[in-house]
């Protein structure tokens, strides 16, 4: 079955209206005006995304919430390269100068290639708060569907993973999923970890019926994402179902999936984009920082790593909606020792999260402190209780020690 490129992954890369940091509780997608970012047209449309002009001064939300400052001081990416399977990647684009090393393609018509890119490696600009992840990235393109639609199908997606295990790339991001698996993908999937590239693809992928569990992220070897918007809440809220079966869709952990500045095809103007393929290219970008700092991770290592140190969901790992929790860059790379360029076998370790950025701390802590309480009460009601039994059950009286009144 046919995914598209723009709708099916609920991509919009729209306008920048504002400064990049929301305050909205509940936040609606960036407002468009006539002076702001072009915005990417639907797949209907045979035009090609125009060139973004506004470049935004201010770090974006997604900057802190991740603790990109912290995590650039442990690791940048160095040594490590992401293949990005998506239609099209610009590589002249500013901020990806020096970062893409080959499947460049001659244009991006939808951009989303290119802002993919940038999640993951962008290089910093002059005059514009965006960086990406893993700003010492290296990037490999891998056309991916139909570089004027967007659309891709299984076959395609299978051909594109076998492309990008044998391009050198260590992971790999997968910017469209598809409703509909097949075994050549999954073999595909599978021939990737063991060529040891880790497979990142997103958890959901929208069609005419809303969001549906994606391909190939059902697949046990591939790091399901899922996205959440600038307050922590998940961008699809309610449990996905497979299709014709009770089982839901697989969602590793979570990652900035809604109002994300990023960058386009065409120029060092700033672009808006939104969905799970957006999450997965900070997943991505992470596995990339992890892996500069411990080269010797296997795909296996590195994907229980990131899950493990995610800062945990409310629910605990087993959350249908959002998996382990949110993704801890700096969580991450502290949890074991290691350093750039120290090749580390990977063994066990008790996670530790770090509390950068934490978007879902509240309920944590509201569920934590409950705990607290909950044991406070206990000790205070055992002496109660002890007290009570001794008297038969008997009022005690109240006064001071010698229980005559004051």
Do not use: K, N
């Not at 598209?4 to 936040?27: K, R």
């Not at 991770?297 to 790992?317: D, N």
């Not at 120290?342 to 409950?370: C, H, I, K, N, Y």
Request: with cysteine; glycine share 14%.
């Amino acid at each position: 079955m046919l995914a598209c490129g723009a709708t099916a992954l609920a991509l919009v890369l729209a306008p920048v209206a504002a400064a990049a940091q929301p305050a909205d509780p509940s936040p609606a997608p960036p407002a468009a005006d006539d002076t702001a970012v072009p915005q990417v047209l639907d797949v209907s449309d045979a035009s090609c995304a125009q060139d973004a002009d506004r470049v935004i001064e201010d770090a974006p939300w997604t900057h802190g919430a991740l603790g990109l400052d912290e995590a650039h001081a442990l690791a940048r990416g160095e040594g490590v390269t992401v293949a990005v399977l998506a239609s099209g990647l610009d590589a002249g684009t500013p901020a990806l100068e020096g970062a893409v090393t080959g499947g460049a393609t001659d244009e991006d018509c939808r951009g989303y290639g290119t802002f993919l890119a940038g999640v993951v490696a962008a290089r910093p600009r002059p005059d514009s708060g965006f960086v990406g992840v893993a700003p010492a990235a290296r990037i490999v393109g891998v056309a991916t569907g139909d570089p004027r639609t967007g659309e891709v199908t299984a076959a395609g997606l299978a051909a594109s993973l076998r492309s990008a295990a044998e391009s050198g790339a260590r992971v790999a991001v997968v910017g469209t999923a598809v409703t509909e698996g097949s075994a050549e993908l999954s073999e595909a999937a599978s021939a990737a970890e063991e060529a040891g590239v880790l497979v990142v693809a997103p958890a959901s992928v929208w069609s005419g019926d809303g969001a549906r569990p994606g391909h190939p992220a059902r697949e046990s070897t591939v790091l399901s994402v899922a996205s959440h918007s600038p307050d922590g809440r998940p961008v699809v809220q309610e449990v996905l179902l497979v299709p014709g079966e009770a089982e839901p869709a697989r969602v590793d952990l979570i990652a900035p999936g809604s109002q994300v500045l990023g960058i386009g095809p065409g120029g060092e103007g700033h672009r808006t984009g939104q969905g799970d393929g957006v999450a997965a290219a900070f997943a991505a970008g992470t596995a990339a920082l992890l892996l500069s700092r411990e080269p010797g991770l296997t795909p296996r290592l590195l994907r229980e790593r990131l899950v493990a140190t995610a800062y945990p969901s409310a629910l605990g790992p087993a959350d249908p909606v959002t998996g382990s929790g949110r993704i801890d860059p700096v969580g991450a790379m502290v949890a074991a020792p290691g350093g750039p360029g120290e090749a580390v076998e990977g063994s066990e370790f008790v996670p530790d999260p770090s509390d950068r950025g934490s978007m879902e701390s509240l309920p944590v802590l509201l569920t934590a402190g409950g705990a607290v309480l909950l044991l406070a009460l206990a000790a205070v009601a055992r002496p109660v209780l002890a007290g009570g039994r001794a008297r038969g059950w008997r009022p005690a009286r109240t006064g001071g020690r010698d229980g005559r009144r004051d």
